[in-house]
């Protein structure tokens, strides 16, 4: 069954760190990411998550935020957590970003 607690990394260089689920299905952690947009040094920045609870199939679905400590935006990723044969897990997300912008007229360009 997939673990999401732990260290994660992925193919971009960028770090995630995952708590252990409390017993509603919660998560707290940092992510560390190694690509953005900003002039701004990157830093960790502190994430909040919930996992579904597990069928008996035991590859999850999850959801988490992420709150950028040095960019006017945050990002959520919703994934699935997935075990092959050997034991070895991996996560496969999809994420929205949406950056602050100083009108609603310029919302339309600010989600990517």
């Known amino acids: 069954q997939c673990n999401l607690q732990?260290?994660?990394r992925?193919?971009?260089g960028s770090n995630m760190?995952?708590?252990a689920l409390d017993?509603?299905?919660?998560?707290?952690?940092s992510y560390h990411t190694a690509v953005a947009v900003t002039n701004k040094q990157i830093?960790?920045?502190p994430l909040q998550g919930a996992q579904q609870?597990?069928?008996g199939k035991g590859q999850p679905t999850f959801g988490?935020?992420?709150?950028?400590?040095?960019a006017d935006s945050t990002t959520a990723f919703v994934g699935q957590c997935f075990m092959d044969r050997r034991g070895k897990e991996t996560l496969e997300t999809m994420w929205l970003l949406r950056e602050e912008v100083t009108s609603r007229r310029d919302s339309?360009?600010?989600?990517?």
């Open 108 to 112: 339309w360009k600010a989600t990517r």
């Open 64 to 70: 988490f935020t992420v709150q950028w400590q040095f």
């Open 53 to 55: 609870h597990t069928s």
């Open 17 to 19: 760190t995952l708590s």
């Open 10 to 12: 992925n193919e971009l």
């Open 6 to 8: 732990g260290q994660w």
């Open 23 to 29: 017993a509603a299905g919660t998560f707290s952690g």
């Open 43 to 45: 830093v960790v920045s």
